[in-house]
Nanobody, 124 residues
Framework: QVQLVESGGGLVRTGNSLRLSCVASGGTFSDNAMAWFRQAPGKEREFVASISWSGEAKYYADSVNGRFTISRDNAKNTMYLQMNNLRPEDTAVYYC?????????????????WGQGTQVTVSS
């Protein structure tokens, strides 16, 4: 059983930055592709970014490409999302997810385990 715990959310102004963390426990972290998704009120959960088990392959949604950076430290069982130049439309609950022995895709149904989420609010 894999447990994922996100942290690092908060309230920031437009243009500012935040770094989210996702700490995994249980299982072998390096066996998992990982991803960040987000869900705004009244909207469906959407893909933000994903990363392969090695960290070599990274993928981003068009809406965040060039502003957000996904990374991982397998020695620390931790994944990160560096979010720069934040916009009000980035406001959402951000979730991390893991896919055991999977590829770093964008479909939430590919992922086995989810964290509880961390709120990010960007004011204009």
């Amino acid at each position: 059983q894999v447990q994922l715990v996100e942290s690092g959310g908060g309230l920031v102004r437009t243009g500012n930055s935040l770094r989210l963390s996702c700490v995994a426990s249980g299982g072998t972290f390096s066996d998992n592709a990982m991803a960040w998704f987000r869900q705004a009120p009244g909207k469906e959960r959407e893909f933000v970014a994903s990363i392969s088990w090695s960290g070599e392959a990274k993928y981003y949604a068009d809406s965040v490409n060039g502003r957000f950076t996904i990374s991982r430290d397998n020695a620390k069982n931790t994944m990160y999302l560096q979010m720069n130049n934040l916009r009000p439309e980035d406001t959402a609950v951000y979730y991390c997810a893991s896919d055991w022995l999977g590829a770093p895709g964008s479909d939430p149904y590919e992922y086995d385990y989810w964290g509880q989420g961390t709120q990010v609010t960007v004011s204009s």
